[in-house]
């Protein structure tokens, strides 16, 4: 049964971080790219980040690039977003999802519950 399970989330104030995790399993989990999405209520979902299963190669939205940082540590199936400097406008229910290493996220396989992040101004 796959599993991927984002946790962390929370209220925050504007200018406030928080670090998201992400547990994987019932898949190769070093063998995916694995990316964040957000989605606000009554608008559409949006990526993130990614990151390869290299470690070598993330990619951001513009509206969260300088702010937040992904890794990830495959001995752990685990991913992380780090996320600093929040806004309000962040405030959304954050998933984590699997994708084939050469879609880069475009096109997850897997997907999972979210977390809720809210910022508050």
């Known amino acids: 049964d796959v599993q991927l399970q984002a946790s962390g989330g929370g209220l925050v104030q504007a200018g406030g971080s928080l670090t998201l995790s992400c547990a994987a399993s019932?898949?190769?989990?070093?063998?995916?790219?694995i990316g964040w999405f957000r989605q606000a209520p009554g608008e559409e979902r949006e990526g993130v980040s990614c990151?390869?299963?290299?470690?070598?190669?993330?990619t951001y939205a513009d509206s969260v690039k300088g702010r937040f940082t992904i890794s990830r540590d495959n001995a752990k199936n685990m991913v992380y977003l780090q996320m600093n400097s929040l806004k309000p406008e962040d405030t959304a229910v954050y998933y984590c999802?699997?994708?084939?290493?050469?879609?880069?996220?475009?096109?997850?396989?897997?997907w999972g519950q979210g977390t809720q992040v809210t910022v508050s101004s």
């Open positions: 999802a699997a994708d084939r290493p050469w879609r880069l996220c475009l096109k997850p396989d897997y």
């Open positions: 019932g898949f190769t989990f070093d063998d995916y790219a």
């Open positions: 990151i390869s299963k290299t470690d070598g190669s993330t």
